[in-house]
T-cell receptor
């Protein structure tokens, strides 16, 4: 069965520190990979996505993610966190055979200390 | 252009009542999705509409849940005889193409069943 694991439920970092949020998935073929961010009271906003090609993808707000097939991972990174990055982050996986539905991880809540 | 809109933004109902949640997708988007987000959880797929194809209902948790879509426009998610475990945020998303294309999410409807 398809699954997405975000092992860190809550992460706290200081403003200006670097950030890495982990995401692992289980799927036999190459998946389609997404990171979304959800701020309090808001819907989900797409940060970045990987469909094919270069395994290092750049997104909005200075975020990037790297697809590592050998590790079944798609970790999200940012070199210097801003207080406005405090939010919940969701990793999601899609497969063409499932007609577009996404499988989501449980999310990682990011707290940023000033 | 306008994004995905949902109404109402909040709904409080009594156990056993029926509720209807509405989603207006981005104009021109052929695919529409409903997800449920329980407190502290990731998103759980409910149902997917793609054009005139039969909807993928595989995520609906019980026969109390149903959804309709008028052409490639508005969708309504109906929950009959609501239970307390139905309390969640119901998110709608739309995308422009078949398959795991970028899904754009609405702000959600927060349903509270007393």
């Amino acid at each position: 069965a398809q699954s997405v694991t975000q092992p860190d439920i809550h992460i706290t970092v200081s403003e200006g520190a670097s950030l890495e949020l982990r995401c692992n998935y289980s799927y036999g073929a190459t998946p389609y990979l997404f990171w979304y961010v959800q701020s309090p009271g808001q819907g989900l906003q797409l940060l970045l996505k990987y469909f094919s090609g270069d395994t290092l993808v750049q997104g909005i707000k200075g975020f990037e993610a790297e697809f590592k097939r050998s590790q079944s991972s798609f970790n999200l990174r940012k070199p210097s966190v801003h207080w406005s990055d405090a939010a919940e982050y969701f990793c999601a996986v899609g497969r063409g055979s499932t007609l577009g539905r996404l499988y989501f991880g449980r999310g990682t809540q990011l707290t940023v200390w000033p | 252009g306008a994004g995905v809109s949902q109404s109402p933004s909040n709904k409080v109902t009594e156990k056993g009542k029926d509720v209807e949640l509405r989603c207006d997708p981005i104009s021109g988007h052929t695919a529409l999705y409903w997800y449920r987000q329980r407190l502290g959880q990731g998103l759980e797929f409910l149902i997917y509409f793609q054009g005139n194809s039969a909807p993928d209902k595989s995520g609906l948790p019980s026969d109390r849940f149903s959804a309709e879509r008028t052409g490639e426009s508005v969708s309504t998610l109906t929950i009959q005889r609501t239970q307390q475990e139905d309390s969640a945020v119901y998110l709608c998303a739309s995308s422009s193409d078949r398959g795991p294309d970028t899904q754009y999410f609405g702000p959600g409807t927060r349903l509270t069943v007393l």
